[in-house]
């Protein structure tokens, strides 16, 4: 906890720090109110993943002087996560790093973790086997991908105050039971450390906005998120591979059905931006519908309680995870379970009949 506490403490200040400062430099700011994901009313500044990038660096340092055995993993990590996030964090200031070339810096890091960290898929368990993949040439691509994959889903996840940053957080606090559990020191140091970042940067981002995670922000955090992920899997066998699966289920599932229903449904590209996402469909028909009124402190207050339908759901994932992490079975079960309810939910609220015990009473 003690590496938890420094993150959080380290990255609570340098964003009270950047909220400031970035009030003064006009291309940090997100002023553009009238894009299709956009729900703010106000200009905020979207470079939130710079103190938690920082706050990690030091809390790492810290850890690494107080335990150097972990020092060529943390230092590995670290670097190669830098470069995913170098991506983001120039789109933050400029807005000229399109979506395919942050993807690409996401391969890019992805691959260079796969060399210095052995941070590869080499298998996948089934209910009564495991099933090696001892093949370079398929390995390589589905590891790589993989966390890439789950990079740019925290991304797209990234629509509302504080919804991005509690999914992630329970990821990661689960990833550290685990690694607890099988005795993996240095994916339990790091996932704290990330999560104890992400937590010192949410308390001004929920519920009023005061700052946004950013691309540089959620492309770092769903990399470390789904680089231990997979290295708590390939470093621990007891692990089961659907672990890993069904704890990112929510981000990855999302992810790949937008990109379907874009392509095959609407006949557009996968990376063209929409605003029907089912966290967007949530504020739109639910939340929104329940509130009513159009002023700022309205739309602020819609921000505000769109998240957590978000963050019960994804638990919805997340606690069966963390229970059942080594019954391959169970898992499985539970993957298949949350992506039937997942397309039944977008199906009901897409059609405006959405569960009863979702909606609100209207206030006028």
């Keep these: 906890m003690f590496s938890f506490l420094i993150s ?31 729900n703010h009313t106000h200009a905020v500044a979207r470079i ?38 170098a991506g983001g964090i120039v789109e933050d200031y400029t807005g000229n790093v399109s979506a395919a070339r942050r993807l690409v810096l996401t391969i890019a890091a992805g691959l260079m973790a796969y060399f210095l960290l052995d941070a590869r898929i080499d298998r996948l368990d089934l209910p009564f086997s495991t099933w090696a993949i001892p093949w370079v040439w398929l390995a390589l691509p589905v590891s790589v991908l993989a966390v890439a994959g789950i990079a740019n889903a925290v991304n797209i996840i990234d629509g509302f105050n504080g919804l991005a940053s509690v999914v992630t957080i329970c990821m990661l606090l689960s990833l550290g039971y685990v690694a607890l559990q099988v005795n993996d020191m240095f994916v339990l140091v790091a996932a704290l450390i990330v999560a104890g970042a992400t937590a010192g940067f949410l308390i001004w981002n929920y519920p009023v906005g005061l700052i946004f ?66 966290h967007s469909l949530i504020y739109r028909r639910i939340v929104q519908w ?43 079960i539970f993957c298949l379970l949350f992506m039937v309810t997942y397309l039944w939910l977008y199906a009901r609220i897409v059609r405006f009949k959405a569960p009863r015990w979702m909606i609100q009473h209207k206030k006028h």
């Design 48 to 85: 939130g993943g710079l103190s938690i990038f920082f706050a990690v660096v030091l809390a790492a340092c810290i850890s690494i002087w107080r335990v150097p055995a972990m020092t060529s993993w943390m230092v590995s990590l670290l670097a190669c996560a830098m470069i995913a996030f």
């Design 8 to 38: 959080f403490v380290a990255s609570a200040l340098l964003t009270l720090l950047v909220i400031k400062e970035a009030k003064l430099h006009g291309p940090a700011l997100d002023a553009d109110f009238l894009g299709v994901q956009k």
């Design 213 to 278: 995670l950013g691309d540089g922000g959620a492309y770092f955090i769903g990399f470390m998120l789904g680089e231990l992920a997979l290295l708590l899997v390939i470093r621990n066998p007891q692990v089961s591979t659907w672990y890993a699966a069904l704890l990112l289920i929510y981000p990855a599932f999302e992810t790949l059905f937008s990109a379907y229903r874009r392509m095959f449904v609407r006949g557009k590209s996968p990376a063209m931006p929409d605003g029907i996402h089912l």
């Design 290 to 332: 329940a509130i009513g009124r159009k002023e700022g402190r309205a739309l602020l207050r819609r921000n505000s309680l769109t998240s957590p339908y978000l963050w019960a759901f994804s638990l919805m994932a997340v606690i069966p995870a963390t229970m059942f992490w080594n019954n391959t079975t169970l898992l499985m």
